[in-house]
Nanobody, 123 residues
Framework: QVQLVESGGGLVQAGGSLRLSCEAS????????MGWFRQAPGKEREFVAA????????YYADSVKGRFTISRDNAKNTLYLQMNSLKPEDTAVYYC????????????????WGQGTQVTVSS
């Protein structure tokens, strides 16, 4: 089993940056692909970014491509999301999650989820 705890959210002005972290417990962190999702009020949870279990492959939603960077440090059992050039439409609760599926874009393929961290971007 994997337990995930996100941190790093907050309030930032448009154009600013934040770095989210997701610390995982358990010895099998490196066996999972990891993803970031977000959910805005009144909207469904949506895919943001994902990274393969050794970090060799990364995937991004079109809406964040070129602005967000996903990375992982398996030695520290930690996943990161560097968010630059933030926009008001990036405001949401951000969740990290783990999966053993090769299909990393689909919410239902993820086995374990964190509790989420709020990101608010003011205009």
């Amino acid at each position: 089993q994997v337990q995930l705890v996100e941190s790093g959210g907050g309030l930032v002005q448009a154009g600013g940056s934040l770095r989210l972290s997701c610390e995982a417990s358990g010895r099998t962190f490196s066996s999972y692909a990891m993803g970031w999702f977000r959910q805005a009020p009144g909207k469904e949870r949506e895919f943001v970014a994902a990274i393969s279990w050794i970090g060799g492959s990364t995937y991004y939603a079109d809406s964040v491509k070129g602005r967000f960077t996903i990375s992982r440090d398996n030695a520290k059992n930690t996943l990161y999301l560097q968010m630059n050039s933030l926009k008001p439409e990036d405001t949401a609760v951000y969740y990290c999650a783990s999966t053993r599926s090769r299909v990393v874009f689909t919410t239902s393929n993820y086995d374990y989820w964190g509790q989420g961290t709020q990101v608010t971007v003011s205009s």
